[in-house]
C-alpha cells in the first residue's frame, strides 16, 4: 500500500522560504511521477509542481516559476518542494502525490486525476 506523508509547512511572512518534504513507502516510485499540489479555501486543488523520478524532469505552474523547486532523493524515498520569495497567494494546504500507474505520461503531470496516492497535506501560510 502507497502512503505518503507530507511535513514542512508553516507560517512565514512574505519574501520568507520553507520547504515541504514528502516520504513515499509502500512502492518504488523511481518509475512514475510525483507531484505537489495546492488548495487555498474556496478554491479548486492545482498543481504546484511535478517530477519525474526516472529522468528528473521537471514541470512547474507558471505561478510559481523561478520561485519554487521540486527535487528527489532516491535514496530516502522523499520529494521536497523549497519554495522561496513566498507570496500571500501562496498560502494553502500543500499535497504531494504519487502517479504509480503512469497516467502522467503525455504531458499530464498537472492532472489531479492522474494521480493515485494522496498525502495528508501540510498547511503553507504566508502573511504580509
Known amino acids: 500500500q502507497v502512503q505518503l506523508v507530507d511535513s514542512g509547512g508553516g507560517s512565514v511572512q512574505a519574501g520568507g522560504s520553507l520547504r515541504l518534504a514528502c516520504a513515499v513507502s509502500?512502492?518504488?516510485?523511481?518509475?512514475?511521477?510525483m507531484g505537489w499540489f495546492r488548495q487555498a479555501p474556496g478554491k479548486e486543488r492545482e498543481a504546484v509542481a511535478a517530477i519525474y523520478t526516472g529522468g528528473g524532469s521537471t514541470y512547474y505552474a507558471d505561478s510559481v516559476k523561478g520561485r519554487f523547486t521540486i527535487s528527489q532523493d532516491n535514496a530516502k524515498n522523499t520529494v521536497y518542494l523549497q519554495m522561496n520569495s513566498l507570496k500571500p497567494e501562496d498560502t494553502a494546504m500543500y499535497y504531494c502525490?504519487?502517479?504509480?500507474?503512469?497516467?502522467?505520461?503525455?504531458?499530464?503531470?498537472?492532472?489531479?486525476?492522474?494521480?493515485?496516492?494522496w498525502g495528508q497535506g501540510t498547511q503553507v501560510t504566508v502573511s504580509s
Open positions: 502525490a504519487a502517479d504509480h500507474f503512469g497516467l502522467t505520461y503525455g504531458g499530464n503531470w498537472y492532472v489531479n486525476a492522474a494521480y493515485g496516492a
Open positions: 509502500g512502492y518504488k516510485y523511481s518509475s512514475n511521477c
